[in-house]
Nanobody, 123 residues
Framework: QVQLVASGGGLVQPGGSLRLSCATS????????IGWFRQAPGKAREGIAC????????YYTDSVKGRFTISRDNAKNVVFLQMDSLQPEDTAVYYC????????????????WGQGTQVTISS
């Protein structure tokens, strides 16, 4: 079993930046991929980015390409999501999750989830 704790959310103005962190612990060696997801009110959970244990196996959804960067500190068992040029449509609860499968952004493929952290972009 793997545990995940997401943190780093907050309130920023349009054009601002945030860095989210996902601290992982437990049986992390069984999980090949960590993903970031977001869910806005009334909308389905959306895969944002994922990273495998072996870089450069990194993927982003089109809406965040060029603005978000996922990275991993294996020594500290932490996955980051650097979010730049944030816009109001990025407002959502952001979750990190783990899967034993190969690199994927499908929510159904992820069996372990963090609690989520709120990201709000507003002027």
């Amino acid at each position: 079993q793997v545990q995940l704790v997401a943190s780093g959310g907050g309130l920023v103005q349009p054009g601002g930046s945030l860095r989210l962190s996902c601290a992982t612990s437990g049986s992390t060696l069984d999980f090949h991929t960590i993903g970031w997801f977001r869910q806005a009110p009334g909308k389905a959970r959306e895969g944002i980015a994922c990273i495998s244990r072996n870089d450069p196996n990194i993927y982003y959804t089109d809406s965040v390409k060029g603005r978000f960067t996922i990275s991993r500190d294996n020594a500290k068992n932490v996955v980051f999501l650097q979010m730049d040029s944030l816009q109001p449509e990025d407002t959502a609860v952001y979750y990190c999750a783990a899967t034993t499968r190969a690199t994927t952004m499908k929510p159904a493929d992820f069996g372990s989830w963090g609690q989520g952290t709120q990201v709000t972009i507003s002027s």
